[in-house]
């Protein structure tokens, strides 16, 4: 499974702070740290503080760039932000994060997502929300994979995130996030990868990285590509290299705790 580092999002007080007084240490520390403890793509975003992402996120691509090589995943709420990210990024190929379902906007995050040679998160909602169950996730990634193809998008270079919900307000949904996992490798051959956000399914709750690494567990085993996660989860990260080697997508060795660094979209 693929790990994401969720750290460098404008969400976080240290970060935010950072951004807004375009201060790249903190930024710089958290790519290096991020990278080391397992990361294969760094998830940034500027965040809410930031009044024009778009201005800011050229800056915050190149100062990641400046200390690591490890490939970005260009988060952002406007397209305009996620552009200028791309626009920014000089070395591996990025991911675009997220567009929802809904054909007009799906259609340009895939035409940008095609056209900057990126891949594309896109999430199993439209602008009525979240449904609770795994056949109306299933529909909204049919309806983003036969769009992607109208599109000439390459639907193994899809990211599809069946959206997990906190379990302490929407229990029901990680069963349904689980199956929608399964069978979404059912939709095309080859088929769209899948990604969640991990955190999400704690959120609230105490117990906090019991519940993620538990979900990340059943959510391999279920078929789940990558995650954006807390990769300073020691615990985490040692959970997925040893499910890797367990689901029989890595070669056993008794250094098998080292391939979590070495994993890629490839």
């Not at 915050?60 to 970005?72: F, I, S, Y």
């Not at 259609?107 to 909602?125: P, Q, S, V």
């Not at 299933?138 to 390459?154: H, K, N, R, Y």
């Not at 490798?185 to 538990?214: F, W």
């Amino acid at each position: 499974m693929i790990l994401i580092g969720e750290r460098i999002n404008g969400l976080f007080r240290d970060v935010a702070e950072a951004i807004q007084a375009k201060n790249p240490e903190p930024i710089q520390r958290l790519a290096v740290t991020q990278t080391e403890a397992g990361a294969t793509y760094l998830d940034i975003n500027t965040g809410p503080a930031v009044a024009d992402p778009a201005a800011v996120m050229p800056w915050l691509v190149k100062t990641v760039e400046e200390v690591v090589d490890t490939p970005l995943c260009i988060d952002a709420a406007k397209l305009p932000a996620i552009e200028a990210g791309l626009k920014a990024v000089t070395k591996s190929r990025p991911i675009i994060n997220s567009t929802i379902a809904e054909r007009e906007q799906l259609e340009k995050y895939l035409t940008m997502a095609r056209d900057y040679g990126a891949y594309l998160i896109a999430l199993t909602m439209n602008r009525r929300g979240v449904s609770r169950d795994a056949a109306d996730r299933l529909a909204m990634a049919m309806e983003i994979v036969v769009t992607a193809d109208e599109l000439g998008f390459s639907v193994s270079d899809l990211f599809i995130d069946p959206l997990v919900l906190p379990v302490n307000v929407g229990q029901e949904h990680a069963v349904e996030v689980l199956e929608t996992i399964r069978q979404i490798k059912t939709l095309a051959d080859p088929p769209p990868r899948t990604v969640v956000g991990l955190s999400n399914v704690s959120q609230g709750c105490p117990h906090r990285l019991l519940l993620n690494r538990t979900f990340a567990s059943m959510a391999m085993a279920s078929g789940l590509d990558a995650a954006i996660a807390d990769v300073f989860d020691t615990q985490l990260v040692e959970t997925v290299a040893a499910g890797r080697v367990l689901l029989n997508k890595e070669i056993y060795s008794d250094a098998f705790l080292q391939s979590v660094k070495k994993m890629s979209p490839k």
